[in-house]
């Protein structure tokens, strides 16, 4: 393709994004299409000779397009929101665009030295200190193998330039709560604990961890002849955004020289906000957070920030540096490459610098106390309402309920539950996630997508209503 048949084609992509997002909410919010229908109206092998670029768009609007879960649906309340916000979908073009790639300072000094800047700038918005240097990692989830990587080699003094922790003489030991991230458990895994070593301790009628129970755990453990590396606080749990209690957790994690690793994925967006930095009181206590600007922010997929107080011991853990990536200017630039897994980095920081800029701090805040605002009235109404029930605190933008007819209950209630949910989905007006609380169903509405208005909610509220009442009606 030649730089004009670029402008070309590129222009009619650029117009296609913007009448979908003009266009987004004349959609169902769920794709219900069923497995293999996208599959099967794809050739089975490849064109052998080009076909011309127009049949990318024709493909787009009738194989792809029906298979597409729409998350920036002002309808879309489904796990946590991934708002691709324009500008940052522009920044993420211009990165392909550029198409460099970061394997030192010196490969892209522009992409280190953007990255440090907003790493910086965020640092700053978040109400961090400046003893927290950041970097951007794909996900929280490589973010959080990251953090266990240096706790095993803060713990193990350097064990992998040893006999890694196969020359271990006591195990190491991990803890967060049950209402822990999936990937805390599976990074744990990877780093080498051993299931046998990770350990979940209960949570709080608030499902935020009981430190009562982390601490017996931690004193149980060291009688045994184990030692205690990391516990992983959440703030902003992914089932109810629950806030393990940082300052707590940090009189434990102190007085036994672990880790303290805040997994801060989805609420640590808060933080832009001065009146929600309670939550995360003691912060400057822990040894690394993660935040994923690319939930609630607005960054488009994927863009997670890794903020660290200890930059030597992070490089050290992570650092190879064979002689043909040693360059002159080592020692006066970053080497993002030594700050994480992978070698090759993409320019992902003009996506996150092409949101802030275009929206400025006070656009971002605004943005995030519309959401919270309007949880904070759905909460009201359901709170008002005979026969529903909230089951969490509701501390930022999620609201777990549960409709409970009189008279139903166990199983029953479970099917009634799942089915008008169920209802919801397949009827494309709203998208809503089942989950379970305390082993028994619930439906999470997660409000934040940024096309949301106090518009939309109502209307959520009223589906809801009317997938109830016709769910009775239907089992009468
Ligand atoms: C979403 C989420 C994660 C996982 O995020 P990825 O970036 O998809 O790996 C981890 N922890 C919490 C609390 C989350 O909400």
Redesign the pocket.
């Known amino acids: 393709m030649t730089p004009e048949e670029f402008k070309k084609y590129g222009y009619e992509i650029i117009d296609w994004i913007a009448d979908y997002r003009s266009n987004i909410s004349d959609y169902p919010v769920m794709s219900t299409i069923q497995p293999g229908t996208v599959r099967e109206r794809l050739p089975d092998s490849p064109p052998e000779n080009p076909d011309p670029f127009e049949s990318v768009i024709n493909d787009l609007d009738n194989i792809i397009l029906p298979g597409i879960s729409h998350w920036n649906h002002p309808n879309n309340f489904a796990y ?1 929101p991934s708002n691709a916000t324009l500008p940052s979908v522009l920044g993420d073009l211009l990165c392909s665009g550029i198409g460099g790639i970061g394997l030192n300072w010196q490969s892209m000094p522009a992409l280190t030295e953007v990255e440090e800047v907003v790493c910086d700038w965020m640092r700053q918005m978040l109400g961090l200190s400046s003893n927290w240097e950041g970097v951007i990692q ?5 973010s ?1 193998l990251v953090a266990l990587l240096c706790a095993r080699e803060q713990a193990s003094n350097h064990s992998q330039i040893k006999n890694g922790l196969q020359g271990e003489k006591l195990p190491l030991i991990i803890y967060s709560s049950i209402q ?2 999936s ?2 458990k599976k990074a744990a895994l990877l780093a080498g604990f051993g299931l046998n070593n990770i350990r979940t301790i209960e949570t709080d009628e608030n499902f935020a961890i009981d430190v009562e129970q982390l601490k017996i755990a931690i004193e149980q453990d060291i009688k045994k002849g184990l030692k205690p590396c990391a516990v992983i606080a ?1 703030i ?3 089932n109810t955004t629950a806030m393990d209690p940082i300052s707590d957790i940090l009189s434990l994690t102190q007085k036994h020289n672990m880790w303290l690793h805040v ?4 609420a640590g967006t808060a933080m832009i906000l001065p009146e929600c930095r309670w939550m995360w009181d003691g912060i400057e206590g822990a040894d690394s957070i ?1 935040i ?1 600007p ?2 609630w922010l607005g960054v488009v997929f ?1 863009c ?1 920030l890794y903020y660290i107080r200890n930059r030597e011991h992070l490089v050290r853990v992570m650092s190879t540096n064979p002689s043909y990536l040693q360059t002159s200017k080592d020692n006066e630039v970053k080497n993002y490459r030594d700050w994480g897994i992978p070698l090759g980095r993409r320019f992902r920081a003009l996506k996150l610098w092409c949101l802030i800029k275009e929206q400025g701090v006070s656009g971002l805040q605004e943005r995030i106390r519309k959401d919270i605002k309007n949880a904070k009235w759905l909460k009201d109404q359901i709170e008002n309402e005979p026969q529903w029930e909230i089951l969490a605190p509701v501390t930022l933008q999620t609201i777990c309920v549960r409709h409970t007819p009189s008279g139903l209950k166990n199983d029953l209630l479970e099917k009634h539950t799942l089915q008008w949910v169920t209802d919801i989905n397949n009827g494309g007006a709203a998208y809503l996630t089942p989950g379970q609380l305390n082993g028994k169903w619930m439906v999470r509405i997660s409000i934040g997508a940024e096309a949301t208005t106090l518009k939309h909610v109502k209307a959520l509220w009223i589906t809801m209503k009317s997938a109830v009442n016709k769910e009775s009606q239907r089992n009468r």
């Open positions: 946590f794909d996900t929280a989830s490589t959080t822990s991230h990937s805390v959440t902003g749990t992914t997994d801060a994925a989805m993660i994923n690319h939930k994927d997670s």
